[in-house]
């Protein structure tokens, strides 16, 4: 059940390339992370640090911590090797000149390449500072699973890029409380250095689309388990060899059938419901920090357990812009945060962009 979930959400959220169903689909052929990741040896390790422009801090991690702390270095370390494996991959087609990578300009091919190289050591730092944290506190270090990155081209792969990043710098932000609902205040520094460090990726994701660097004023937060189920949805099922033991929960799919734009608009979203167990159920969003935003969902059509349903997105009401997370909650609230959202989402996160 696990690992069946949300893969045509996240594949229709970016909106580029049909797919074939995850069970039918079989890993690239070799899809070993690089550096010698996730356990790099000290030469290795010497590099990356060089190629990251810097260090992997010498500091301890504290004696003792929460566990609410470990789960989420044990997501941190989740989503740092699946971004791993992304950027590796993606250098790698810019590199080999591989069909809809390639540059006209050299200079500019040059500034891409060197400035994913430095975000690709920069988030294997990351990576092996979260594993060593839980090897520190005697918890297993997370392995990486084998990954299917649905982009074609430079700019999907950048699109793509900046949608998991946004939902990192609101998932960073739900570490930071729960490090501090857990008394965990020794790793709050260093999650917030790390949020900086996406955001400062995440201007130059986006001024490659054309965007504007900086996308809100309070970015838009997030809850650990829909991390946890959009970053399943780039695995292929079966590959992660102990996501079982992060104990957070995995949605229903949720699928954007209809991208919106920057005004009030219905939207039409396409969902499992296996539970049977709910007669009614709304759409939830949650844009920046303000408290979550619900909406009627109105039934089009029920086959088997998917359904498709309809729900307004009131952009203009609210200025949805930047990541907005959509979930089909069993309550219709009010929700007090988006981790209230998390407890009633029985599909999502839908992630929708604007501007
Ligand atoms: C790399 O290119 C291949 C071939 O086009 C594509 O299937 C894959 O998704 C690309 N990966 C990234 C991260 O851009
Ligand atoms: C959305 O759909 C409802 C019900 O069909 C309709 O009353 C409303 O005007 C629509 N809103 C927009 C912004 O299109
Ligand atoms: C939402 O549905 C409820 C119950 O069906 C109804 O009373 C309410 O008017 C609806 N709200 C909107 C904005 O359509
Ligand atoms: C849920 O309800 C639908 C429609 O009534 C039905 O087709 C489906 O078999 C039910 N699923 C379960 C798990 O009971």
Request: with cysteine.
């Amino acid at each position: 059940m696990r690992f069946l979930g949300p893969v045509v959400a996240f594949l229709s959220a970016v909106s580029l390339v049909s797919a074939a169903p995850v069970s039918e689909r079989t890993p690239d052929v070799d899809q070993d992370l690089p550096d010698g990741l996730p356990y790099p040896s000290p030469s290795e390790l010497t590099l990356v640090e060089q190629n990251a422009h810097g260090t992997l801090p010498n500091t301890s991690p504290p004696p003792v911590i929460s566990n609410k702390g470990i789960t989420n270095l044990q997501l941190i370390a989740f989503n740092e090797l699946f971004e791993v494996a992304f950027f590796n991959e993606l250098i790698t087609n810019i590199t080999d000149n591989v069909e809809g990578y390639r540059f006209s300009d050299a200079d500019d091919k040059s500034l891409v390449l060197a400035s994913l190289k430095a975000i690709l050591a920069q988030e294997e730092l990351h990576a092996i500072r979260a594993n060593s944290a839980l090897s520190h506190f005697h918890v297993n270090p997370i392995e990486p699973c084998q990954y299917y990155f649905p982009v074609k081209d430079f700019d999907s792969a950048l699109g793509l890029a900046s949608k998991f990043t946004d939902v990192v710098l609101g998932t960073l932000q739900d570490t930071i409380e729960r490090f501090a609902l857990g008394h965990d205040f020794d790793l709050a520094r260093e999650i917030a250095s790390v949020v900086a460090n996406e955001g400062e990726q995440q201007g130059w994701f986006r001024m490659q689309q054309g965007k504007i660097p900086s996308e809100l004023p309070f970015l838009t937060t997030g809850d650990l388990n829909f991390a946890f189920t959009a970053i399943q949805s780039f695995t292929y099922p079966g590959s992660c060899p102990n996501i079982n033991e992060i104990p957070l929960r995995t949605f229903e799919s949720l699928e954007i059938v209809t991208p919106p734009s920057a005004k009030s608009q219905n939207l039409t979203f396409s969902f499992q419901d296996n539970s049977n167990e709910t007669n009614q159920l709304w759409m939830t969003y949650i844009n920046q920090q303000n408290l979550p935003i619900v909406r009627n969902l109105s039934y089009v059509s029920h086959t088997g357990n998917t359904i498709t349903a309809e729900a307004l997105f009131p952009y203009d009401d609210h200025e949805l812009n930047g990541l907005t997370i959509a979930a089909v909650t069993k309550k219709d609230g009010p929700f007090a945060d988006a981790n209230e959202v998390a407890k009633w989402t029985l599909a999502g996160p839908g992630l929708i962009i604007v501007n």
